[in-house]
């Protein structure tokens, strides 16, 4: 077990959870998160130079488990769209102190990787699936392919041994609620935790509004009208999902109430974008590059000063201040916010 350093933030949050964002790049087009009319064939994504490197990336996340971080989510953009993935994750699994790593996927390339990703020593596989109704997938992933390959993805995770696993549901009012009762139903055959998440207002190319949002509570009632549901403790502090059981125990599905029902009180999380920007909210409107002083020439020292600063003045509580109903909270969504594909879910 490795020795860590604790630090908390103003709000005594320490730092558990590294996201770290792999790419900016994605073979699909989520209108909610990367529109295609915006990231057309002309949309000039980083380039190799502007992208940490795997060394890179494994230096900083040895740091940051210096500071207590235990857990490591790798997602992006894509993640299995950058080349050799499974080399970065065999590196980082070799970290002393890395209790669980993570990945968050769209899954179209999952029956390339799944086995290839457990070899290398991933633990945890997150599936997106927002709905299996041919129409409304094309109509979420913003591609003209319907959820087969997906599907197909998520048969090799679990053949791979990556059972159960999660899936994440974007619930978006008048595109997708319709179909949440059968996308609960396909998973509950299949054994996985669908966890359903509120339409957030991450980014700005979403145009967001609270009119799109189905909340966490209407959720558990269109599922639980058929299939009873109760309310059951998180798995740990911190956990993002509120749990819900069937009652005729088959198994549960979370929701992830970000805009109902904030919880920033928890927040343990560390971002890492793609271009190596240390962000501490998913809705940050900036970060700290840490890659000119790595380039530079800093010693692990004088990156962990950098670090252990920037989150010993942590005070982010944004969800919370959107919903306190108060004038900061109408002030901080109206703000510029890093895009989502750059910082990872
Ligand atoms: N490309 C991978 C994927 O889609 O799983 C990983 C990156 S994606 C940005 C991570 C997660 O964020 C996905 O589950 C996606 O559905 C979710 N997401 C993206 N935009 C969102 C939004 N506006 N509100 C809620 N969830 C969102
Ligand atoms: Fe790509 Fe994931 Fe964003 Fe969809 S949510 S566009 S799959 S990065
Ligand atoms: Fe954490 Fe920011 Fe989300 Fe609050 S709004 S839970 S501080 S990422």
């Not at 980083?46 to 740091?63: D, G, P």
């Not at 070899?119 to 409304?136: E, F, K, P, Q």
């Not at 390959?149 to 041994?161: F, L, N, P």
């Not at 692990?300 to 252990?308: G, Y």
Request: net charge negative; hydrophobic share 40%.
């Amino acid at each position: 077990m490795a020795t860590s350093t604790k630090i908390e933030d103003t709000l005594g949050r320490g730092v558990r959870d590294l996201r770290i964002s792999v790419t900016d790049r994605c073979n699909f087009r989520c209108p909610y998160c990367m529109p295609a009319e915006i990231f057309g064939e002309r949309y000039e994504f980083l380039k190799r130079e502007e992208i940490l490197s795997f060394e890179e990336i494994v230096r900083l996340a040895r740091l940051f488990v210096g500071f207590g971080v235990e857990k490591v989510r790798i997602t992006g953009g894509e993640p299995l769209v950058r080349a050799d993935l499974t080399e970065l994750i065999a590196r980082l699994a070799e970290i002393d102190g890395v209790e669980d790593l993570a990945m968050t996927t769209n899954g179209f390339l999952l029956p390339r990787y799944a086995q290839d990703l457990k070899n290398a020593g991933l633990n945890r596989l997150t599936v997106s699936m927002d709905a299996l109704d041919d129409d409304v997938f094309k109509e979420m992933s913003g591609r003209p392919y319907g959820p087969e390959k997906v599907i197909e993805g998520m048969d090799a995770a679990r053949d791979a041994g990556f059972s159960p696993l999660k899936i994440n549901t974007v619930v978006q009012r008048g595109v997708n609620e319709h179909t949440l009762l059968a996308t609960a139903e396909y998973f509950r055959e299949t054994g996985d935790i669908v966890r359903f998440i509120e339409f957030m207002d991450v980014g700005t190319l979403n145009d967001w509004d609270m009119s799109q949002v189905v909340s966490g509570k209407e959720i558990v009632d269109i599922i639980g009208a058929e299939y009873p549901l109760e309310p059951i403790d998180a798995n740990y502090r911190g956990e993002v999902a509120s749990r819900y059981r069937y009652l005729d125990g088959r198994g549960e599905i979370g929701v992830i109430t970000s805009v109902t029902q904030p919880f920033c009180g928890d927040c343990t999380r560390a971002r890492l974008t793609t271009e190596g920007r240390l962000v501490t909210c998913l809705f940050a409107t900036v970060g700290t590059d840490l890659k000119p002083p790595m380039r530079d020439g800093a010693t692990d020292d004088e990156l962990n000063k950098i670090i252990e600063r920037i989150w010993l003045n942590r005070r982010d509580r944004y969800s919370e201040l959107r919903s306190s109903n108060t004038d900061i909270g109408a002030a901080v969504v109206g703000r510029e916010k890093i895009e989502m594909f750059r910082l990872g879910g």
